[in-house]
């Protein structure tokens, strides 16, 4: 999960920043972290990007979570391609105005498609199979190398996939799920920059 034996110095506030975003029919890419929130508490709970603290953000981890935990067959809903789009899309996290690609994972790394179980069921009139998937969240991913945003620097997150073919709002709503879609969070150290240049020094002693 995150980098080991590398104590984070003292004094420096550490904060879980999140987004969740919908992800309707015709959607390549999905952005997070939007340079203005919608304010929805229960969306997300940060105020811009960049973000409003005059200091760096360490980059500690990131996860992502979808919003639908079971998918099943109905209402136009296939949960074998849901579940295959999925899997193909990357997640980037880029910064200069998106010139520069500075994370790059792919999905398979944020959600648990391995322990995934499908399973098919009969409906009641035993004329048609119904396909039913879990899909959870495997936690928080670190990054591969130490990474932070500076001061006042902004910086986008992006899941790309292959297909922007997905069910509509309309077919969602009208399995009874909810919405779909991913919530992103970003757990970060928020430093100053001897705080900084003090975890640079730890953590290149471990490498």
Do not use: C
Not at 98 to 121: A, C, E, V, W
Request: charged letters at 20%; a negative charge.
């Amino acid at each position: 999960m995150f980098k080991k034996n590398v104590p984070i110095p003292a004094g420096v506030e550490v904060e879980r920043y999140y987004d969740v975003q919908e992800i309707g029919n015709g959607q390549k890419t999905v952005s997070f972290f939007t340079a203005n929130p919608n304010g929805v508490e229960t969306d997300n709970n940060y105020s811009k990007n960049p973000f409003a603290d005059d200091v760096n953000h360490l980059i500690l981890g990131i996860s992502l979570d979808p919003l639908v935990k079971l998918l099943r067959t109905g209402a136009g809903i296939d949960p074998a391609y849901v579940i295959n789009n999925l899997s193909d899309g990357t997640l980037k996290l880029s910064t200069n105005n998106k010139r520069s690609t500075d994370i790059l994972h792919p999905i398979k790394d944020y959600f648990n498609f391995t322990g995934m179980q499908i399973s098919g069921q009969v409906d009641h009139g035993g004329a048609s199979n119904i396909l039913t998937a879990t899909l959870n969240s495997t936690g928080f991913r670190a990054p591969d190398n130490l990474f932070f945003l500076k001061r006042n620097e902004n910086f986008g997150l992006e899941a790309e996939f292959n297909s922007g073919v997905w069910p509509t709002a309309q077919n969602w709503t009208d399995l009874g799920v909810g919405r779909f879609g991913i919530k992103a969070e970003l757990y970060v150290a928020k430093m100053t920059d001897q705080q900084l240049n003090d975890y640079q020094k730890r953590y290149a002693a471990t490498i």
